[in-house]
């Protein structure tokens, strides 16, 4: 065989410092000459591999992890001179290419070097003093060198990562696998660990890993916090699909291997046959980086693109039309990983309105899938959203076990059923979904949300690995006598303590789009921790940020621990002030999922009650005298939360309703308990703003100013969640806060309290999100003023604006003191309503303002468009520095 030989450095034996440019056409010049060697394979597109600093989505955290920042080579390989100088692939398929470029690009960036690449090659031993990384399949390195590949069989997409003398081997079970080994290898450099001995055999924990992507052909997104698609515009596949390479290549530096690119309220038009040619392109454009492209489809598509006069699945024109159209799929896409299905869900068509089962729709799709190794991905996320909440009895949380744990064994072999991981609907905590224990013949996998559609929708900070990992780890054993059986092991696809799967994984709801991915740079260690804990789901949570840490930001140690620190901590804070006990997250379920509305949860068919009364509050889901939702859990576990011994505090109302005067375990009343949780929460909200602020000049300014916006805003939503949740629970319990702080605002002065020219008040329906139930709008005029005299002790004061921002319209304000503008700003941050609440709610802080007794504070608004330019509240509180100010 006759190596290729793509690059070779300057003669010099580093590469040393090299302008940009020139170092950038060097290390494209073993693509272009790769181009030219041998025809590219099908649909593998080699010249979308993604660059990190160049390429036309270039912007700040668009490389994520993958930055390949500078590291100490000492560290890793001992002295500088022991860093490898060539890079050898073994075989010559396109994963074994990305995975020799990937190298380079890392060695480039980490380590200041431009390393020699071969492919196909089979080198001779090193020169002494050389070093060279060789990568390759088991049967590859078997072929080349017998002695070296003599650990066990790696299996699909596992990898070795070997020293032997000069040589760091890259083993792949199979081509996948090698590129996973190259995306580890690259991951220790960038954390600098030595490689100097280096044997580490890692294996993925479940055959799938995939993430969905609620994706529409108009190129919005269903619960979209990061701009629109990077697949679809307009009703189409997008032209450029250089985000859908550098997306897969994100993907696949983690292990995730599939991806389903349409939102599963599906539209049928994605199998028509123009789409499924786009479809294809999306597909090539991910298969150098191994991600296998799969579809959620529509069950009713035989009648709706198809012509039929049904779509019921044992009907034999339906059966053949999906046989048709999946041959049609696979034409064009043979690696094709096949659908992911929602049905009977909220409003999606579905089997029983043929009087069929789920298990007869899931198996019609799996059985034309089969003969090209399709999986079906079948969601367990169905329920009535009629239900009747008078029953006492009725419970959505009972549903999923109720629907599938009957159909136990009637699935077919290539079926999954995807679970989310609690009963209800990706809540801030929710306890794990018992059906994880109800399929013992039914492969099963664990549904996170990694868009933060019920945790702060991206503009807050949460770390979610810990809330999934409180569900990975749960117990599900049967008997005390068995030893611990937690979910990660029923989710593995293998057979455990009575539980016979063959396939089972993980899958995350990413809904990455055009702003970076993920919008919030912080937010990216979701999706990386998503990906770590698919690889392997014993990882913790406190590693996994630090890797993502490291690999981000670099390697200070001030940097990572202070980022270590916000991450770790921001998942408690959140919970502290929207839905501390269980509760569920207290929003507007009805529309935005967003900011404080614990109203729109009770008294409707949704049935994420939490069952407020004036004497207490919970669902009591007990087996004794509640919906018997405990009762679906195995006995030792179903025993922990019937008893209130035995429940844990932060699942207590999750699971039992029981008086406001009740004793936590920790000995204060459950009242005060959600008082002091959400003062709590906004204090530690508000404290994670100078955190960041220490790490001013040590990150890049933009992510630095772009998270600090964040983490303000955050500080001031904390607020508006805390006096929400608390005068709502105020109101309802009659109790008051044992610390005066609910309802006690000395420093607020509410809007509709200021002398109002032009602006007039009006009632706030959520009325727990306006001071005394009320805010102002303007109306009818081009501007409007709200003012007041200042009759407190001259002194210097910090003036908070609380005001509305819309999603439509923006709305200018001014403030002034005696006429003096102290500072003008546009309500455009477009927060996810259109009237005055929690969602909306959001506020200015001027520093430092000089007021005397007597000046005139004013405040002006411009409404604009449908925005009334809405104030709730000024408030005015002494600065840090209190000495009287001169007269300006
Ligand atoms: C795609 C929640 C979300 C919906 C989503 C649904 C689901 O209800 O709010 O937007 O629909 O979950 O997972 O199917």
């Keep these: 065989m006759v190596p290729k030989i793509y690059f070779f450095p300057p003669s010099k034996r580093r590469a040393g410092w090299a302008p940009c440019l020139g170092l950038l056409m060097f290390a494209l010049a073993p693509l272009a000459a790769r181009a030219q060697a041998r025809p590219a394979p099908p649909r593998a597109h080699v010249h979308e591999l993604f660059e990190p600093s160049t390429g036309p989505a270039k912007g700040p955290g668009y490389a994520a992890w993958l930055a390949y920042l500078p590291v100490n080579p000492a560290l890793v390989f001992g002295t500088e001179n022991e860093i490898p100088d060539t890079i050898v692939a073994l075989g010559e398929n396109v994963l074994e290419h990305s995975s020799t470029h990937e190298l380079a690009l890392g060695w480039r960036g980490m380590l200041n070097h431009v390393p020699r690449v071969l492919e196909s090659a089979r080198p001779a031993a090193p020169a002494p003093g050389e070093n060279i990384v060789v990568l390759g399949t088991q049967a590859e390195v078997r072929a080349w060198r017998p002695a070296l590949a003599g650990g066990a069989a790696l299996g699909p997409d596992a990898y070795r990562l070997?020293?032997?003398?000069?040589?760091?081997?890259?083993?792949?079970?199979?081509?996948?696998?090698?590129?996973?080994?190259?995306?580890?290898?690259?991951?220790?450099?960038?954390?600098?660990?030595?490689?100097?001995?280096?044997?580490?055999?890692?294996?993925?924990?479940?055959?799938?890993?995939?993430?969905?992507?609620?994706?529409?052909?108009?190129?919005?997104?269903?619960?979209?916090?990061?701009?629109?698609?990077?697949?679809?515009?307009?009703?189409?596949?997008?032209?450029?699909?250089?985000?859908?390479?550098?997306?897969?290549?994100?993907?696949?530096?983690?292990?995730?291997?599939?991806?389903?690119?349409?939102?599963?309220?599906?539209?049928?038009?994605?199998?028509?046959?123009?789409?499924?040619?786009?479809?294809?392109?999306?597909?090539?454009?991910?298969?150098?980086?191994?991600?296998?492209?799969?579809?959620?489809?529509?069950?009713?598509?035989?009648?709706?693109?198809?012509?039929?006069?049904?779509?019921?699945?044992?009907?034999?024109?339906?059966?053949?039309?999906?046989?048709?159209?999946?041959?049609?799929?696979?034409?064009?896409?043979?690696?094709?990983?096949?659908?992911?299905?929602?049905?009977?869900?909220?409003?999606?068509?579905?089997?029983?309105?043929?009087?069929?089962?789920?298990?007869?729709?899931?198996?019609?799709?799996?059985?034309?899938?089969?003969?090209?190794?399709?999986?079906?991905?079948?969601?367990?996320?169905?329920?009535?959203?009629?239900?009747?909440?008078?029953?006492?009895?009725?419970?959505?949380?009972?549903?999923?076990?109720?629907?599938?744990?009957?159909?136990?064994?009637?699935?077919?072999?290539?079926?999954?059923?995807?679970?989310?991981?609690?009963?209800?609907?990706?809540?801030?905590?929710?306890?794990?979904?018992?059906?994880?224990?109800?399929?013992?013949?039914?492969?099963?996998?664990?549904?996170?949300?990694?868009?933060?559609?019920?945790?702060?929708?991206?503009?807050?900070?949460?770390?979610?690995?810990?809330?999934?990992?409180?569900?990975?780890?749960?117990?599900?054993?049967?008997?005390?006598?068995?030893?611990?059986?937690?979910?990660?092991?029923?989710?593995?696809?293998?057979?455990?303590?009575?539980?016979?799967?063959?396939?089972?994984?993980?899958?995350?709801?990413?809904?990455?789009?055009?702003?970076?991915?993920?919008?919030?740079?912080?937010?990216?260690?979701?999706?990386?921790?998503?990906?770590?804990?698919?690889?392997?789901?014993?990882?913790?949570?406190?590693?996994?940020?630090?890797?993502?840490?490291?690999?981000?930001?670099?390697?200070n140690p001030t940097v990572r621990a202070v980022i270590n620190k916000l991450e770790l901590n921001s998942w408690h804070i959140y919970e502290s002030y929207t839905g501390p006990l269980g509760l569920g997250t207290l929003t507007n379920i009805l529309g935005s999922h967003y900011g404080p509305d614990p109203q729109s949860a009770e008294r409707n068919g949704w049935g994420q009650w939490f069952r407020a009364t004036h004497e207490g509050v919970g669902m009591d889901r007990t087996v004794a005298t509640g919906t018997g939702f405990i009762g679906q859990y195995p006995p030792p576990l179903a025993a922990k939360y019937e008893s209130l011994k035995t429940c844990p505090d932060n699942l207590l109302l999750f699971m039992h309703h029981v008086p406001y005067t009740y004793r936590l375990h920790s000995g204060q009343t459950v009242i005060q308990y959600l008082y002091n949780s959400h003062y709590w929460g906004a204090k530690a909200a508000a404290a994670q703003v100078p955190a960041w602020e220490s790490l001013h000049g040590m990150v890049p300014d933009d992510i630095y100013n772009e998270v600090l916006k964040r983490l303000k805003y955050q500080a001031g939503e904390a607020i508006v969640w805390r006096d929400a949740v608390t005068r709502y629970f105020a109101r309802w319990s009659g109790i008051p806060d044992a610390l005066h702080r609910v309802n006690h605002y000395p420093d607020r002065i509410a809007a509709t309290g200021l002398t109002l020219d032009g602006y007039t008040p009006v009632a706030v329906k959520v009325w727990e999100t306006a001071m005394g139930g009320k805010g102002i709008e303007c109306v009818g005029h081009a501007s409007c003023s709200a003012s007041l005299v200042w009759n407190k002790p001259s002194g210097w004061y910090n003036v908070v604006v609380q005001y509305y921002d819309y999603f439509l319209g923006v709305s200018h304000f001014t403030l002034q003191v005696d006429g003096h503008t102290i500072d003008t700003w546009a309500a455009d941050a477009h927060l996810p309503g259109m009237t005055m609440s929690g969602t909306t709610s959001t506020r200015q802080t001027v520093e430092n303002v000089a007021l005397h007794r007597g000046d005139t504070l004013r405040l002006i608004g411009v409404p604009n468009g449908p925005e009334p330019a809405p104030v709730d509240y000024i408030e005015v509180t002494p600065a840090a520095a209190s000495a009287a100010p001169a007269k300006p």
């Design 162 to 555: 070997h020293r032997v003398g000069d040589i760091l081997l890259v083993e792949g079970g199979d081509p996948r696998g090698v590129l996973y080994g190259a995306f580890a290898l690259l991951r220790d450099i960038g954390e600098e660990h030595s490689l100097r001995t280096l044997d580490v055999t890692s294996r993925p924990w479940a055959q799938v890993r995939w993430t969905n992507e609620w994706d529409n052909l108009n190129g919005t997104i269903e619960r979209e916090y990061a701009g629109p698609s990077i697949f679809f515009q307009d009703g189409h596949v997008r032209a450029d699909l250089t985000r859908a390479a550098a997306y897969a290549r994100l993907l696949a530096s983690l292990g995730i291997d599939g991806c389903t690119v349409n939102n599963v309220n599906a539209d049928p038009r994605f199998l028509l046959p123009a789409n499924i040619q786009g479809l294809a392109r999306i597909a090539g454009a991910f298969r150098p980086y191994g991600v296998r492209l799969s579809l959620a489809v529509d069950l009713a598509s035989p009648e709706t693109i198809g012509g039929l006069p049904t779509f019921d699945p044992l009907d034999p024109r339906v059966i053949a039309w999906w046989r048709d159209k999946v041959d049609e799929i696979y034409r064009l896409i043979p690696d094709f990983a096949g659908f992911t299905v929602k049905a009977d869900s909220e409003g999606q068509p579905g089997p029983w309105q043929y009087g069929r089962t789920q298990a007869q729709a899931a198996n019609l799709l799996a059985r034309a899938l089969a003969p090209h190794g399709g999986l079906v991905l079948y969601r367990a996320f169905v329920y009535n959203n009629h239900l009747n909440w008078r029953n006492p009895k009725a419970d959505r949380a009972l549903a999923a076990y109720d629907i599938f744990h009957p159909l136990d064994g009637k699935f077919d072999s290539n079926v999954i059923i995807q679970i989310k991981y609690g009963p209800i609907d990706f809540q801030v905590r929710e306890p794990a979904q018992p059906l994880f224990a109800g399929l013992r013949h039914t492969n099963e996998a664990m549904a996170v949300e990694i868009a933060q559609e019920y945790t702060g929708q991206q503009r807050q900070l949460v770390y979610l690995a810990p809330l999934w990992k409180t569900v990975l780890d749960t117990d599900m054993r049967s008997s005390l006598s068995d030893p611990p059986l937690p979910v990660l092991d029923l989710i593995a696809g293998r057979s455990v303590q009575g539980f016979h799967h063959t396939l089972g994984g993980f899958v995350g709801v990413a809904n990455v789009g055009t702003n970076r991915w993920l919008g919030n740079p912080l937010s990216l260690v979701n999706l990386y921790s998503f990906g770590r804990l698919a690889w392997n789901p014993t990882l913790t949570s406190a590693a996994i940020s630090d890797e993502w840490t490291r690999l981000t930001f670099g390697n």
